[in-house]
T-cell receptor, first 113, second 110 residues
């Protein structure tokens, strides 16, 4: 069993829809959770960074962490065609300095006009 | 602007050749990483370095080598011992929090 599981999709939604992307994990030591967005043939870019359980909002994006269920989510409101990308979740027990992140396989999202 | 520069963007390798992928950062980050990305498999760690002149094997180091002679630079050599090198290679660095990634190098065996 992988430490981090993420549905690869693809997920296809109409413009304006609310998108929900999810990851589950098995290591209860994870405390730092990230979402990266990766456009085709580009490097991933950090979208959201959260610590422990709770919600964090940034514009149209909301990250949720439920440590009791070992489940994290990324919600995208009012989705746009420019949101079409692969979304990778990542997590770690630590922050700072060297820090080995464990990545999900990524979910491919397509937002069509 | 601070960031990570990977070069070249595309690289073609003949059978039996060694090739070197460049990674340079001007973020003053101590830690640097090399990942390999294959379709459907996510990111797999090849090597990482916490400080200059020190590096450690990741999960899939066989057939790869690295050096860290300067804080800014962390080149990756794909040797002829790597039997399936065709992939997208990503370099990253970190100080605290998440990684900053480069734009990647796509390596193809011809």
């Amino acid at each position: 069993q992988k430490e981090v599981e993420q549905d690869p999709g693809p997920l296809s939604v109409p413009e304006g829809a609310i998108v929900s992307l999810n990851c589950t994990y098995s290591n209860s030591a994870f405390q730092y959770f990230m979402w990266y967005r990766q456009y085709s043939r580009k490097g991933p870019e950090l979208l959201m960074y959260t610590y422990s359980s709770g919600n964090k909002e940034d514009g149209r994006f909301t990250a949720q962490v439920d440590k009791s269920s070992k489940y994290i989510s990324l919600f995208i409101r009012d989705s746009q065609p420019s949101d079409s990308a692969t979304y990778l979740c990542a997590m770690s027990p630590f922050s700072g300095g060297y820090n080995k992140l464990i990545f999900g396989a990524g979910t491919r999202l397509a937002v069509h006009p | 602007d601070g960031g990570i520069t990977q070069s070249p963007k595309y690289l073609f390798r003949k059978e039996g050749q060694n090739v070197t992928l460049s990674c340079e950062q001007n973020l003053n980050h101590d830690a640097m990483y090399w990942y390999r990305q294959d379709p459907g498999q996510g990111l797999r760690l090849i090597y990482y370095s916490q400080i200059v002149n020190d590096f450690q094997k990741g999960d899939i180091a066989e057939g790869y080598s690295v050096s860290r002679e300067k804080k800014e630079s962390f080149p990756l050599t794909v040797t002829s011992a790597q039997k399936n090198p065709t992939a997208f290679y990503l370099c990253a660095s970190s100080m605290s929090g998440g990684y900053t990634f480069g734009s990647g190098t796509r390596l193809t065996v011809v």
